[in-house]
């Protein structure tokens, strides 16, 4: 759990969040462009990976009691690793059915896309650097 927790968490949320406001970040910072483009072919995985490691962290953290163990990356990375992933869980059988509900949620979070992505390249560095306290 620790690798899933720390390592895969971390480094899901810092390529999520630099993807997701990548727009922002490349207007001040123009040296990570190759960066970012290198990672946008890769986007979906990323996310998939990303949202898997937020939802196994949040239920069985490394340190810490459930839940709060890893709070804050693990939520950013579960909901910006979803909004990565919507296109394809669109397609998907069983999802075709809610496809109404899955456009409204994936509308409100490309109103936050830069917010959260900012917020996840923080949660990432943070939770990568002080993955032993509770939030991180």
Same mark, same amino acid.
């Given at each position: 759990?620790?690798?899933?927790?720390?390592?895969?968490?971390?480094?899901?949320?810092?390529?999520?969040?630099?993807?997701?406001?990548?727009?922002?970040?490349?207007? !001040?910072? /123009?040296?990570?462009?190759?960066?970012? =483009?290198?990672?946008?072919?890769?986007?979906?995985?990323?996310?998939?990976?990303?949202?898997?490691?937020?939802?196994?962290?949040?239920?069985?953290?490394?340190?810490?009691?459930?839940?709060?163990?890893?709070?804050?990356?693990?939520?950013?990375?579960?909901?910006?690793?979803?909004?990565?992933?919507?296109?394809?869980?669109?397609?998907? /059988?069983?999802? !075709?059915?809610?496809?109404?509900?899955?456009? /409204?949620?994936?509308?409100?979070?490309? =109103?936050?896309?830069?917010?959260?992505?900012?917020?996840?390249?923080?949660?990432?560095?943070?939770?990568?650097?002080?993955?032993?306290?509770?939030?991180?």
């Amino acid at each position: 759990m620790t690798i899933v927790d720390v390592v895969i968490l971390s480094i899901g949320c810092m390529a999520c969040g630099l993807l997701s406001a990548s727009s922002l970040i490349l207007s !001040r910072l /123009r040296g990570l462009r190759i960066l970012v =483009y290198a990672l946008m072919p890769l986007k979906i995985p990323i996310g998939a990976a990303t949202a898997l490691a937020g939802f196994v962290s949040l239920l069985f953290p490394a340190d810490g009691p459930p839940i709060f163990g890893s709070l804050l990356p693990g939520a950013v990375g579960l909901l910006l690793g979803t909004l990565f992933c919507l296109e394809v869980l669109m397609d998907a /059988r069983f999802f !075709r059915r809610h496809k109404e509900d899955f456009v /409204r949620f994936g509308n409100a979070l490309l =109103y936050l896309k830069n917010p959260l992505g900012l917020l996840s390249l923080f949660a990432g560095i943070m939770h990568l650097l002080f993955s032993k306290s509770l939030f991180f």
